[in-house]
């Protein structure tokens, strides 16, 4: 099986299997028990996040771990309406993760000042209207890279127009991807993720800084320094300790191979595949991901595209959620001007630092003639 999908690509690394390996099953202690072998993995942990912190350019007591980006996401813009009344109405990309997109429209619907900004034709949010809600009492979330095309957002600029509002960025496809500073980005949050660099899933953390007042969405536990109840998972904790180290050390390399591998990607679909649209920007790109849909897209089933891919032995996928069997339009795709047959039909390439050119090359011949029967 070749795997080109943002998940799977990213399957967990040997030496972060390793590393967790003692804390499962020999030092295996409550870090919050003040026996030894809870001391022992309250070091582990905050040894963690101090290098987490500092490959993000961050405070350690900055850093709080979770279950991963969707709880980091949640939590965010949940308390700092309710816990935390940080603020009292939050701007969202139209573009966001749904993680982002859901519990805005949660909140909307209770009657909240909820809006959402719209992007362009690249997915690039309107920068400009964003200045409209520089206020002390708004939340602005605009992800860093986003999931399904790639786009890389202006957050410096973000940050520039609105310098009162308090900004928050999804950084889970950006965090050891893309440099990532938070000092650099002007962030008040971040949210970052394991098991986009390698690894494990169920562990992410957020980035809250240093002044805020962040009270904790859930109760329960004191743990996460009041800020994130719950046992904090050491072994998750050490391996993502170790894939961030990897990811952030190796990131300048793995990404000039990544960005080979997917300009070579699109190369190889414009050429031999007539008829594509490529929706990821030429320019402002994250170097793995790859998302095309088709011009005759009204004539392609898309579900039934990805399904053919993965009978031939590659995982892809479109890019959105499939709910009750029927594969739904991507709703970043849909905000970019794209058709619902177009956003249905989309295909959303995905590459990591082990992927080859022949497993791309591969992946290109067979879409190729899954569309060419398709037509015929």
């Keep these: 099986m070749i795997y080109l999908d943002n998940s799977a690509t990213t399957r967990i690394d040997n030496d972060v299997l390793e590393a967790m390996l003692p804390w499962l099953t020999e030092d295996y202690g409550n870090a919050s028990s003040i026996y030894s072998i809870g001391r022992k993995a309250r070091v582990a942990i905050e040894d963690a996040r101090a290098e987490i912190a500092a490959l993000m350019n961050a405070h350690p007591a900055e850093i ?37 997109l859901h519990p805005a429209r949660e909140l909307h619907r209770r009657g909240l000042d909820i809006r959402e900004i719209p992007v362009n034709a690249l997915g690039i949010v309107d920068v400009t209207a964003l200045s409209a809600y520089n206020n002390p009492k708004t939340l602005i979330s605009v992800m860093a890279v986003n999931n399904e095309t790639g786009t890389i957002q202006p957050i410096h600029d973000i940050r520039s127009a609105a310098p009162l509002s308090l900004v928050h960025t999804d950084a889970v496809q950006a965090f050891g991807k893309i440099d990532f500073d938070v000092a650099a980005y002007g962030v008040d949050f971040a949210t970052i993720s394991a098991h986009k660099i390698h690894g494990p899933k169920g562990i992410g953390a957020m980035y809250i800084r240093k002044g805020i007042d962040f009270k904790a969405h859930q109760q329960g536990g004191a743990q996460e320094r009041n800020r994130r109840a719950g046992t904090e998972a050491t072994p998750l904790i050490v391996g993502f300790q170790v894939a961030a180290r990897k990811a952030i050390g190796d990131l300048h390399k793995n990404a000039h191979n990544m960005h080979e591998l997917t300009s070579h990607l699109i190369t190889m679909l414009k050429r031999d595949i007539p008829g594509i649209r490529v929706n990821t920007p030429d320019v402002l790109r994250a170097p793995h991901i790859v998302n095309i849909s088709f011009n005759d897209a009204e004539t392609l089933d898309g579900e039934a595209v990805l399904q053919a891919m993965d009978i031939k032995g590659i995982a892809v996928s479109n890019g959105s959620a499939c709910v009750s069997g029927s594969l739904q339009p991507s709703h970043v795709l849909l905000a970019m001007g794209l058709s619902v047959a177009e956003s249905k039909a989309a295909v959303r390439f995905s590459v990591c630092k082990d992927t080859t050119i022949k497993e791309v090359d591969t992946a290109v011949t067979i879409l190729a003639e899954i569309a060419r029967s398709m037509r015929n």
Aim: aromatic residues 2%; negative net charge.
């Design 64 to 100: 709080i771990f979770t279950s991963g980006g969707t709880e980091a996401n949640n939590a965010i813009l949940k308390s700092s309406i309710d816990e935390s009344n940080l603020v009292d109405s939050i701007i969202v990309g139209s573009t966001e993760h749904h993680s982002v």
